[in-house]
């Protein structure tokens, strides 16, 4: 089986290096664009690109722009490299089709694990809608149901249920979820997720017990009928 090949585009050359050396330690095939438009002219001619990781602050086209292009073509996954983590930026991200966020500066072994992540979600798209009586989580339209209603969820509060509900069963802990949803790069402490948890079993009305306390550690995503 021929290695996945990843498209890297961002105009700094020593930051492609670097994420294509760890890339390829990893197993995966790369190729690289140092601008935006390079970028889209490769994603038409390669057809058998597995994921793209784009920069947003690039000269000429930028990241959304080369996103926003890119949507109207293929549903290749698309991981945005920003130096920004405001959540007007994801949200505007999210809209335009941006599967995953990574913050510069980044640890290179953070970046290949949602690499990783968003791969494994991509290929399981067919088994992208689950179910726990009641509650719905579909990842490919990153949207969550209650009963048929559904639940308006900040990205953080999604991303923290999808990793939950990824693990299910499991417990995970505080600096686990942080780290995941925040990146190690995030200098808030872990009262950041337990807020979050707060605000997430709000509004899972009725199903707020499937997000369970793991007293002293973390929290875990488990349904008790």
């Known amino acids: 089986m021929s290695a996945k090949k990843i498209l890297i585009v961002d105009d700094e050359m020593l930051i492609r290096k670097l994420v294509k050396d760890f890339l390829k330690k990893e197993g995966y095939a790369t190729l690289e664009a140092g601008d935006g438009?390079?970028?889209?002219?490769?994603?038409l001619e390669n057809e058998d690109i597995s994921l793209v990781i784009l920069d947003v602050m690039m000269p000429g086209y930028d990241g959304w722009t080369v996103c926003r292009?890119?949507?109207?073509?293929?549903?290749?996954?698309?991981?945005?490299?920003?130096?920004?983590?405001?959540?007007?930026?994801?949200?505007?991200?999210?809209?335009?089709?941006?599967?995953?966020y990574v913050t510069k500066p980044f640890s290179p072994n953070i970046l290949v694990a949602r690499v990783n992540a968003?791969?494994?979600?991509?290929?399981?798209n067919k088994d992208s809608v689950k179910s726990f009586d009641g509650l719905i989580v579909d990842e490919e339209a990153r949207t969550v149901f209650i009963e048929g209603s559904q639940v308006d969820l900040s990205p953080k509060e999604?991303?923290?249920?999808?990793?939950?509900?990824?693990?299910?069963?499991?417990?995970?802990?505080?600096?686990?979820?942080?780290?995941?949803?925040?990146?190690?790069?995030?200098?808030?402490?872990?009262?950041t997720v337990d807020t979050h948890i707060n605000r997430l079993r709000i509004k899972l009305l009725g199903k707020e017990n499937y997000v369970q306390t793991v007293r002293g550690f973390g929290y875990k995503f488990e349904v008790k009928k």
Not at 80 to 96: C, I, K
Not at 118 to 124: T, Y
Not at 162 to 186: C, F, H, P, T
């Open 158 to 191: 999604y991303e923290m249920l999808l990793y939950l509900v990824e693990n299910m069963g499991k417990a995970l802990s505080r600096e686990q979820i942080l780290n995941q949803v925040w990146g190690y790069d995030y200098f808030g402490g872990l009262r």
């Open 69 to 100: 292009e890119v949507r109207k073509v293929s549903k290749v996954p698309i991981i945005m490299l920003t130096a920004r983590s405001e959540e007007f930026d994801e949200l505007y991200g999210f809209e335009l089709g941006v599967d995953e």
């Open 118 to 124: 968003v791969l494994r979600r991509s290929e399981g």
């Open 37 to 43: 438009k390079r970028a889209l002219e490769m994603i």
